[in-house]
T-cell receptor
Framework: NAGVTQTPKFRVLKTGQSMTLLCAQD?????MYWYRQDPGMGLRLIHY???????AKGEVPDGYNVSRLKKQNFLLGLESAAPSQTSVYFC????????FGPGTRLTVL | AQKITQTQPGMFVQEKEAVTLDCTYD???????LFWYKQPSSGEMIFLIY??????QNATEGRYSLNFQKARKSANLVISASQLGDSAMYFC????????????????FGKGTSLLVTP
């Protein structure tokens, strides 16, 4: 089992560009999450999904959109990137314990 | 309001000694879970230990134990016999478990404690 994988691992964007981060899990988990981690902060919840076709906002959802068209995939989109979105993004999936992906380091110039 | 508080931004401990990392939490939900994660410099989040609110005994996993004091709302992580490889950020997190949870059982994280183990 690969567990939770994230692509890409690193990305540099210019302000205003768009991109999609992909999270995939092979554990058949219903729950999936996107968090961001900023220096000196713990992880903060951006969006989450409790099952295929459903998504909901977390603590810091502004500037992001998500989709869960397939149970195993959870996509995080940035329509118009801003420097404030420079962060490390973690995806997680859960049946009880949360399993985290390796993270995506995003820099917005 | 901050649900998880880690008051120690940084800690030092000498190799082979024990260290306690503090965590206090705030919830009115009778059902919740408390987690500790380790984040080494490589960046991945490594699950260490879990304590459920109804668990009667403190959780233990190898050199890790959780000092759970429910009345004080604290869940301190104890690392025994520290090793150089224990140097990392440590995060305490809570999952609230009521059926009315509005975050799909997502975790609330503290800001973390940076632990440095010295020879």
């Amino acid at each position: 089992n690969a567990g939770v994988t994230q692509t890409p691992k690193f990305r540099v964007l210019k302000t205003g560009q768009s991109m999609t981060l992909l999270c995939a899990q092979d554990m058949n988990h219903e729950y999936m999450y996107w968090y961001r981690q900023d220096p000196g902060m713990g992880l903060r919840l951006i969006h989450y999904s409790v099952g295929e076709g459903t998504t909901a906002k977390g603590e810091v959802p502004d500037g992001y959109n998500v989709s869960r068209l397939k149970k195993q995939n959870f996509l995080l989109g940035l329509e118009s990137a801003a420097p404030s979105q420079t962060s490390v993004y973690f995806c997680a999936s859960s049946l009880g314990e949360q399993f985290f992906g390796p993270g995506t380091r995003l820099t917005v110039l | 309001a901050q649900k998880i508080t880690q008051t120690q931004p940084g800690m030092f401990v000498q190799e082979k000694e024990a260290v306690t990392l503090d965590c206090t939490y705030d919830t009115s939900d009778p059902s919740y879970g408390l987690f500790w994660y380790k984040q080494p410099s490589s960046g991945e989040m490594i699950f260490l230990i879990y304590q459920g609110s109804y668990d009667q005994q403190n959780a233990t996993e190898g050199r890790y134990s959780l000092n759970f004091q429910k009345a004080r709302k604290s869940a301190n992580l104890v690392i025994s016999a520290s090793q150089l490889g224990d140097s990392a950020m440590y995060f305490c997190a809570m999952r609230e478990g009521s059926s009315n949870s509005n975050s799909g059982y997502a975790l609330n994280f503290g800001k973390g404690t940076s632990l440095l183990v010295t020879p």
